[in-house]
């Protein structure tokens, strides 16, 4: 069984880069697109964005100028990088796999466990 | 960007009573060339990831009790929950996955026990 694991800085300051990584254990990160959502305290999802194992991403717009996400297969880890964040960017920040191998639109399973990200000098 | 529109914001329904949920899309999300409709259903518990009941509108996710159940097509969709148990106290979500340039959500429905 899938799991995933977000891992990084607790607290980031103000016009600094957030950077998480995605764990995954229990299968492979091949073939599969990998997502990155977030969610401010007591709000909705927000989804960032996702990669695939090749390395081919899609960024939500209004997001697009500060992500960046990468892969590493070797370690079945990808990873997201939020530069230039504000208090805005405070949230529980989960990664999500596409459900479906090899597919373009599927929806989210599984999660993980998400991260909170506050950011603050 | 597709917008993803729940009603109501909140809800609270007694024991054992239905629950209804709707999602509106502000363009369709069903895609002609296979008939299926790009929308899943999440439940949101604090303190937990959302955990996915239905996709393709109305497919119910394995493991998830047959009381939830998922309709609707186009842009008007439909989660019911048949008979409320306490457990089923949380956030409910409608997603569109139709265009991979943007995922969207709806702003969540707080289900509450009445």
């Known amino acids: 069984q899938v799991q995933l694991q977000e891992s990084g800085p607790g607290l980031v300051k103000p016009s600094e880069t957030l950077s998480l990584t995605c764990t995954v254990s229990?299968?492979?990160?091949?073939?599969?697109?990998w997502n990155w959502i977030r969610q401010p305290a007591g709000k909705g999802l927000e989804w960032i964005g996702r990669?695939?194992?090749?390395?081919?991403?899609n960024y939500n717009p209004s997001l697009k100028s500060r992500v960046t996400m990468s892969v590493d297969t070797s370690k079945n880890q990808f990873s997201l990088k939020l530069t230039s964040v504000t208090a805005a960017d405070t949230a529980v920040y989960y990664c999500?796999?596409?459900?479906?191998?090899?597919?373009?639109?599927?929806?989210?399973?599984?999660w993980g466990q998400g991260t909170r990200v506050t950011v603050s000098s | 960007d597709i917008v993803m529109t729940q009603s109501p914001d909140s809800l609270a329904v007694s024991l054992g009573e239905r629950a209804t949920i709707n999602c509106k899309s502000s363009?369709?999300?069903?895609?002609?060339?296979?008939?299926?409709?790009?929308l899943a259903w999440y439940q949101q518990k604090p303190g937990q990831p959302p955990k996915v009941l239905i996709y393709?509108?109305?497919t119910r996710e394995s493991g998830v009790p047959d009381r939830f159940s998922g309709s609707g097509s186009g842009t008007d969709f439909t989660l019911t929950i048949s008979s409320l148990q306490a457990e089923d106290v949380a956030v409910y979500y409608c997603?569109?996955?139709?265009?991979?340039?943007?995922?969207?959500f709806g702003q969540g429905t707080k289900l509450e026990i009445k």
């Open positions: 999500a796999r596409d459900r479906i191998r090899e597919a373009t639109n599927t929806w989210f399973d599984p």
């Open positions: 229990g299968g492979s990160i091949s073939s599969y697109y």
């Open positions: 990669i695939y194992t090749s390395g081919s991403t």
């Open positions: 363009q369709s999300v069903l895609y002609s060339s296979n008939n299926k409709n790009y």
């Open positions: 393709w509108a109305s």
């Open positions: 997603q569109q996955y139709y265009t991979t340039l943007m995922y969207t």
